[in-house]
């Protein structure tokens, strides 16, 4: 039998700007407006003032962790000008997860900047990596007691979202789709420049250093985990597209604590690059394949690729209406992830993607959510799965 931590870490996750509402100060409120076929996130699903009740049915249920994030363009919403009452806000988040039992496990950035940043270039401005600096070194003020913190969600994601904005600066709108939903018209999505990844690097490490400083958090930052195999004759172009799609950010977290890992589905690379995900009636509502597999890929090629630093599921999970498939997915990933903790990989936790349904940077359509939102009355309705989930962590048995 599997032996798991026993401060193993059972949770759900969410992004403030997928879940809050209004976070009209950031640069993904104002993108929403411009992106060809996008809808706008409006109030999400209120999360911002819901989040009492949203922590409350986690904990009810059996979990005891919750991943959600710092909304920077609420914490300065000017260059240099802070908010003490947003970070006010996020304290009392912090404090009613831990009033709850669940352990908080909070992210600095998750893809949207304030629109300021935006403006003066973004993540390609000289200063970039001083704002971002002087940002998170505010948010260590209200970490006290914080655990868990990672600095960037998915740099390799951001890094392809980064040029993708500067080709929209350009007025090549035509390419801004949404970065996670595969629809049929769909262009294929850029290799992430290992360029933008090494900008990231450095703003990862120095951020990591004032977390280090500051607090005692275990400090890391998550990956896109591609999980990607080798079609015939494709495993020579597996490890260069490997490299600038996950390595570069894996290798990076050597001297982590942690390395979140975010997986949901595999992808096969042949001679001539990543293969579309084949069209099949189990593909996802993003039009990823239907790989409950991809976790224990994912998982066991960041323990090499790191060389052994502890890794953290940050996000694993599967868009689809039928509750019924979440579970069914979710239940042989978890046994993919026993299967590497068995042969040594030191996992310390499984942060289910998402608590809600949200905003899927750009769509309402894709539902990820333990629990349905009522988008008018903003009422919650737990799904199956997340009494299923909650049933696991209490126990750690998969049956
Ligand atoms: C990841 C993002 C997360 C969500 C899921 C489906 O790439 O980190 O915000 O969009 O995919």
Known sequence: ??????????????????????????????????????????????????????????ADAGLNAYRFGVEWARVEPRPGQISRAELA?????????????????????????????????????????EHFRSYADTVTSILDGVEWVATLNEPNMLAMMTMLAAAMQRGDAAQWQSPTVKGATQVLLPVPDPS????????????????????????????????FTAAPGGEQKLAEVRHDWEDLYLEAARGDDFIGVQSYSSQQVGPNGIIPYPPHPDNTMVGTSYRPDALGIAVRHAWGATGGVPVLVTENGIAVADDTRRIAYTAEALQHLYQAIDEGVDVRGYLHWSALDNFEWGHWEPKFGLIAVDRETFQRHPKPSLAWLGNIAKTGKLR
């Open 1 to 58: 039998m599997t032996s798991i931590r026993r401060d193993f870490l059972w949770g759900a996750a969410t992004a403030p700007h997928q879940v809050e509402g209004n976070n009209t100060l950031s640069d993904w409120w104002a993108r929403e407006a411009r992106m060809p076929g996008a809808e706008p996130s409006g109030d999400a699903v209120d999360h911002y003032h819901r989040y009492p009740e949203d922590m409350r049915l986690l």
């Open 89 to 129: 806000h996020y304290r009392r988040m912090i404090d009613t997860a831990i009033g709850y039992g669940l352990t908080p496990v909070v992210t600095l950035h998750h893809f949207s900047s304030p629109r300021w940043f935006a403006e003066r270039g973004g993540w390609l401005a000289d200063e970039a990596i």
């Open 196 to 227: 933008i990844g090494r900008r990231f690097v450095e703003a990862h490490h120095a951020v990591r250093d004032i977390v280090r400083e500051r607090t005692g958090a275990n400090v890391g930052w998550t990956v896109a985990n591609q999980a």
